[in-house]
C-alpha cells in the first residue's frame, strides 16, 4: 500500500471520530441553545417567525440550513396604518392624524384628523376635555363606519376602558416622556376597532419612528372579499359551534374513517362546562348627549332635568341701533347628539322690535311680519313703534336630525330696538333597560347523551352528581348602574353554573392491560430494571437486567431574575374625574421583573431600566404570596355586596 493510501485510509477513519466528539448532552445544548435564539422572547417570535410569515417572506429552521416562504396571507402591505402624535403647549395631543391602507395596496386611502385636541387615552378610544384640564370632558370610542372608514363615536365614560390622563392637568411633559407607550395605546385602540369589524385584518409589526407609529399588515384570514365571514358567527352564538361541527363530521371521509377504527371505538365520557345568564344593559344619557348648545346664543336654562331652554339675541330693552332701518343677526348652534330622544323643539317665544326672521340650518320657519321673506330689508317702514311679543309654539323637531344646527335670529331696527328667541326642548332621559338570556347550555341540555351533573344557581348548589339537592335559591334583587342610571330588578336568578356530563359511543374499545407496567414499577429498583412479558401459551416471563441513568448534569435552581420599581403618576381616569387627584399620595410604582444577564466574568448583573430603582437583586425571588393578595384584593373588589338587616 502507499503513502498515499495509507494516509487516505488515517483521514476517513479520523472523520467519524470528529464529527462524534460531541456528547449527546451537548448536541441537545446547542439544539436549545439555537432555539433559544429565534423563539426566547416574544420580539424574536415576531422577527424571526410572525412578520416574515405574514409579509410572505422567507422563515429558515431552527439551525438556519433550510427557508422556505410561507402564504399565510391574500394579500399584504408595507404600511396598514400611520398614526402621528404631536402634543402642544397645554399637553393635550393637539395634533393627531391617522393614515390607513384599506385596500392593502400599498397606498393611504383613507386620513382622519381628529378636529379636537386629545386629553386622555383608553384602550378602546380618546377623551377630549378643555386644553390643559380635566373640564368639560367628552369621551369618544374608536369604531368604523358601514363604508369601513374609521370613526370616532361619543359614548359614555363608563363604554371606555383603561383610560388615563396625558395633559397638564396631571403632570408636565406626560405625552413625550411616554412617547412610545402612548403610541402604540392608541394604535391598538384603532387596530381593535379595525380587526373587530373586518377579521380578515392580520397586523404583523409595529414600528416606532419619533412622533409616528407605523403598523405593517395582511390579510390573513379566509381570503374573502367580504368581511362579514360565516366562521365569527360562533362569537355571537357559541353553542352553534357543537351542531355545525357534529354535521361536518358527519360527512367528513377522514373522520368517519377514524371513528370505525379500533382506536376510536368505545365509549367514553365527557364532562362539559357552560353558563346561563341574565344580562341587563342600561342605555345612560345626559342632557348634553341629547341636545346642547355649543356656541352663540345667551343662556341656557334648565326648569327640570327633562328640559332645556335655549335663548339668543340681545334682550336688553333699546340695546340695538338701527337709525332708519338696519339689520342684526345673531346665530346659535345647537348639536344634537341624540334625536330619537329629544321629545320635542319648539320656538316658544319671541320678542323683538320691530321685524324678525328665524332661521334654522337657513331655512326660514318663522317671520313677523310674515311678509318679510327675503334677505334684504324689510318691504315695509322699519319702525314699528314698540316691542312685540309672539308666543308661535314652533315645533323644530323635524330640522332637529343628529348633528349640528345653526338657528339664526335676524332683527330688522328702525331707531332704537331689541330682540330675544326662546327654544324649549323636552327630553327623554330614560335608562331603556334591556334584558337578555346567554345560554350556552342549550346544545348540552338538548343532546340526549347529555345528564345535568352540577349546577349552581346564583352560589346555591341546586344539583350535584346528577341529584338534585333540593335547595332553591331565593329571588334576589340586583341594582344595575350605568352612568346616571340605575335600575333594581327582582328576579328568580341571574346566573346558572352547569355541568353536563356527556356519553361518546365509539362502538367497542377493549380495556388496557396496565398489568406489565404495573409490574415494572413495582419490582424495579434504581439500578435494576425488571419485567414481566406474556408468553404464546398464556403464561408470564420474567426478566431483570442491571439499569442506570445515565448523568443528568447540574442545573441552576431557577432562572435567576431581579425586581425593580419605577415612579409612575395616576393618571388613571373615571366618571368622577382623574384618581390621582382623589389620592392623598398621586403616585405609585410600577413593578418590573427582569431576567438577568451573565457578566463576562460569570456574575449575573440586573438589567435596570431607564428611571427604575433595584428593588430585589438576582436571585431565586418567590413572589408568589404577594400576587396571590393582589389577585383576591381585585376579586373581592369586584364581588357583588349584599346588604341585610341580620347581624352576621
Keep these: ?38 423563539s426566547a422572547d416574544i420580539e424574536a417570535i415576531q422577527q424571526n417567525y410572525l412578520t416574515p410569515g405574514l409579509a410572505g417572506e422567507a422563515i429558515t429552521t431552527v439551525d438556519g440550513t433550510k427557508s422556505f416562504n410561507p402564504s399565510l396571507a391574500c394579500q399584504t402591505t408595507a404600511t396598514l396604518l400611520e398614526i402621528l402624535a404631536q402634543p402642544g403647549s397645554t399637553g393635550d395631543i393637539s395634533a393627531l ?16 384628523t381628529l ?13 377630549a376635555c378643555q386644553p390643559g384640564t380635566w373640564n368639560q370632558c367628552r369621551s369618544y370610542r374608536w369604531d368604523v363606519s358601514a363604508a369601513g372608514d374609521l370613526k370616532l363615536t361619543e359614548v359614555d365614560l363608563t363604554a371606555l376602558a383603561g383610560c388615563y390622563c396625558v395633559n397638564n392637568s396631571c403632570g408636565s411633559n406626560l405625552v413625550w416622556g411616554n412617547l412610545a407607550s402612548t403610541l402604540k395605546d392608541i394604535g391598538g385602540g384603532v387596530v381593535g376597532a379595525l380587526t373587530s369589524a373586518d377579521p380578515r385584518i392580520g397586523v404583523a409589526q409595529a414600528a416606532i419612528d419619533g412622533p409616528i407609529i407605523r403598523y405593517t399588515g395582511a390579510q390573513s384570514t379566509a381570503c374573502a372579499p367580504n368581511p362579514s365571514l360565516a366562521q365569527t358567527v360562533y362569537r355571537a352564538n357559541p353553542a352553534q359551534i357543537q351542531g355545525d361541527a357534529a354535521s361536518v363530521a358527519a360527512g367528513n371521509s377522514v373522520f368517519q374513517a377514524l371513528k370505525g377504527s379500533p382506536a376510536g371505538m368505545g365509549k367514553a365520557e365527557q364532562i362539559r362546562a357552560c353558563t346561563i345568564r341574565r344580562e341587563v344593559k342600561l342605555e345612560a344619557v345626559t342632557a348634553d348627549g341629547i341636545i346642547a348648545r355649543t356656541s352663540g346664543g345667551y343662556a341656557t336654562y334648565a326648569d327640570t332635568p327633562e328640559t332645556r331652554a335655549f335663548l339668543l339675541g340681545s334682550p336688553r330693552d333699546d340695546s340695538l341701533s338701527g337709525g332708519s332701518c338696519r339689520i342684526h343677526d345673531f ?8 334625536p330619537d330622544r329629544l321629545v320635542s323643539a319648539r320656538l316658544s317665544q319671541i320678542l323683538f322690535d320691530d321685524w324678525v326672521q328665524v332661521r334654522v340650518d337657513g331655512v326660514l ?69 334591556t334584558e337578555r338570556l346567554i345560554d350556552t347550555c342549550a346544545g348540552y341540555a338538548a343532546d340526549a347523551n347529555c345528564q345535568l351533573h352540577d349546577e349552581n344557581v346564583d352560589g346555591v348548589q341546586t344539583f350535584r352528581n346528577g341529584v338534585g339537592t333540593g335547595l332553591t335559591p331565593l329571588p334576589q334583587t340586583r341594582l344595575f348602574e350605568s352612568g346616571a342610571c340605575s335600575l333594581s330588578l327582582v328576579r328568580p336568578w341571574f346566573e346558572r353554573d352547569r355541568r353536563y356530563r356527556c356519553t361518546i359511543d365509539t362502538g367497542v374499545l377493549p380495556q388496557p392491560d396496565l398489568s406489565r407496567g404495573a409490574y415494572i414499577i413495582d419490582h424495579s429498583t434504581e439500578t435494576l430494571l425488571a419485567d414481566r412479558v406474556q408468553t404464546k401459551d398464556g403464561g408470564y416471563a420474567t426478566s431483570s437486567r442491571a439499569f442506570a441513568l445515565p448523568d443528568r448534569g447540574s442545573v441552576a435552581a431557577c432562572e435567576p431574575i431581579c425586581k425593580t420599581r419605577a415612579p409612575k403618576a395616576n393618571t388613571g381616569v373615571a366618571p368622577d374625574g382623574v384618581v390621582g387627584a382623589r389620592q392623598n399620595a398621586p403616585i405609585g410604582w410600577d413593578t418590573f421583573y427582569h431576567a438577568c444577564t451573565r457578566s463576562s466574568a460569570g456574575a449575573d448583573i440586573c438589567p435596570v431600566g431607564d428611571g427604575e430603582e433595584l428593588v430585589s437583586d438576582c436571585g431565586c425571588l418567590d413572589d408568589f404570596p404577594e400576587a396571590i393578595v393582589m389577585m383576591q384584593t381585585v376579586r373581592l373588589g369586584g364581588a357583588d355586596m349584599i346588604c341585610t338587616s341580620e347581624s352576621r
Design 365 to 433: 320657519v318663522h317671520a313677523d311680519p310674515g311678509s318679510w321673506t327675503g334677505a334684504g330689508l324689510p318691504p315695509g317702514t322699519c319702525e314699528r313703534g314698540r316691542t312685540w311679543y309672539a308666543y308661535p309654539n314652533l315645533d323644530l323637531k323635524p330640522y332637529l336630525t343628529k348633528g349640528s344646527h345653526e338657528i339664526w335670529v335676524r332683527v330688522a331696527v328702525g331707531g332704537e330696538g331689541e330682540v330675544s328667541a326662546r327654544i324649549d326642548a323636552m327630553l327623554d332621559l330614560s335608562c331603556n333597560p
Design 97 to 112: 392624524r391617522i393614515s390607513r391602507d384599506k385596500d392593502l395596496n400599498g397606498t393611504f386611502d383613507q386620513t382622519l
Design 1 to 38: 500500500m502507499t503513502w498515499r493510501g495509507l494516509l487516505l485510509l488515517a483521514t476517513s477513519l479520523a472523520m467519524p471520530i470528529a464529527a462524534q466528539a460531541q456528547t449527546m448532552e451537548e448536541r441537545a445544548r446547542t439544539a436549545a441553545e439555537a432555539a433559544r435564539e429565534k
Design 331 to 338: 346665530r346659535m348652534t345647537l348639536d344634537v347628539g341624540d
Design 115 to 127: 378636529p379636537m385636541p386629545v386629553s386622555g387615552i383608553c384602550a378602546n378610544g380618546v377623551i
